[in-house]
């Protein structure tokens, strides 16, 4: 008897749940047979936001078939549809609804927002263009517009809405979206005016450190950009963002700072060649030589044939007086391009520190030609080579090539008394004593108290220019 009992309630109960569930459908279905229409979209409405479409188009389309033309019941179709994952259909319907009233705001963020689902950007931006144009203040428009326009890669036209947007609201992720669309643009200005703007409301959003210490970069505003980079974890940094910073430490003179930076990127991309040469020249302008020539290795390591790698591997070489790797270093500078003026001067002069004077010859014969071109550049080097090879032509008797060096010497430095007593030296040696005489009075002329003049002078009996005493 008590199980016949508990089996009567169960069948019971069952039928009440199955009444309650049907009884919202009835009432739609009574609804529409008493053409109490708004009641019977109302129930429709009920069953699309609780997801149950099916039962909502039991009621939408019999009301749709009584020929009622409501904008509501056409947004409704949209939303169940919507619901259902129908696209085409819901926006089909939208469209109805919206023929019906064309300034409905929520009605058109419907439709943008399911043109963006589909992957129908085009659409979904027009439809956010008008949804402004009924309602220029309205900053969700402008923002989910913007982001669209950014995810299609449209990074000018999204910086322009994401701009009116920020007009309205000035929200950390809208400041962080036009940073980065700007940043795309490569409208550096831009960039910066917004990402110091939004570290200003928002001062520890790294993405807008990142875009302000970016475009401070670009805009060569060094010491704004090392200071945003220094407020950013290395975690968050890529390799181009470290050697940035190692560069804009390197610009305002912070080596060590830069050196740092520069050691991180190596440490994460040893293959980045280019950085070797930044390291090596930071170390050598320290001074710190033995620094200097291990990133120049480096270098040339990853690309043997790069010529100023050599070239600054033998400067660095020279300072640390180890003469012969400067040799070495510079000659294979110097096969690679033969006309560096700076890479040939640094020869002869460690050929003439090592005795080598027939080396330093040839070597200071080249300087003179390659400095020809740019002789008011070079002025200096050129005179140091014709005065050396000057007195080189003097002590091997080849007078009258000694006369053309320091001819060359004195034109360079016309008032020093040195290259006159030595071209007196020359033509008195060639018998050539008119000159002898004329170049030994213009040496007293400077200097009196030259021996050499006077006693050659002495010797051609022409003391007549010797000054008295």
Known sequence: MKKHGLLFFGIFFAIIINLSAQSPLNDGEKAIKNKEYEKALAIAN??????????????????????????????????????????????????????????????????????????????????YLKIVDIDPKNAKAYLEGGSILFKAKLYADAATMFEKYIALEQTEDAYVKITKAFLETRNYEKTNQFAIAGLNKYPNNSSLKKGAAISSFALQNFEASGKFYQAI??????????????TAF???????????????????????????????????SKKNYVQAIKYYHAKLSSDSTYEPAHRYLGFAYYDLKDLDNARASLLKARSLVDTTFVTNYYLAQIYSRMDSTEQASKQYSIV???????????????????????????????????????????QIRPNEWRFMESLGACYQAVQNYDEAIRWYCATLK?????EAARKGLRMMSADDCVPSK
Request: glycine share 2%; charged share 25%.
């Open 250 to 284: 390197q610009q305002v003179g912070a080596d060590s700072i830069a050196i740092k930076y520069f050691e991180k990127v190596i440490e994460k991309d040893s293959t980045q060649s280019s950085l070797f040469m930044s390291m090596a020249n930071t170390y050598y």
């Open 368 to 410: 003179m030609r390659l400095g020809e071109s740019n002789e008011r550049q070079y002025r200096d080097y050129i005179l140091e080579a014709v005065t050396f090879l000057g007195q080189r032509a003097f002590v091997r008797k080849a007078y009258n090539d000694a006369i053309v060096y320091y001819r060359k010497a004195n």
């Open 233 to 246: 974890p290395d975690s968050e940094m890529t390799v181009s963002d470290l050697k940035n910073a190692g």
């Open 446 to 450: 400077f200097n009196s108290k030259s």
């Open 46 to 127: 009920e069953f699309v936001a609780a997801n149950n479409t099916a039962d909502a188009f039991k009621l939408l389309i019999p009301l749709e078939q009584k020929e009622y033309k409501n904008k509501k019941l056409y947004e409704s179709f949209g939303d169940a549809y919507a619901k259902m994952n129908v696209a085409e259909n819901a926006i089909s319907y939208y469209h109805k609804a919206e023929a019906m009233d064309s300034l409905d705001i929520p009605l058109k963020f419907k439709l943008a927002e399911l043109f963006a689902k589909v992957e129908r950007y085009t659409e979904a931006v027009n439809t």
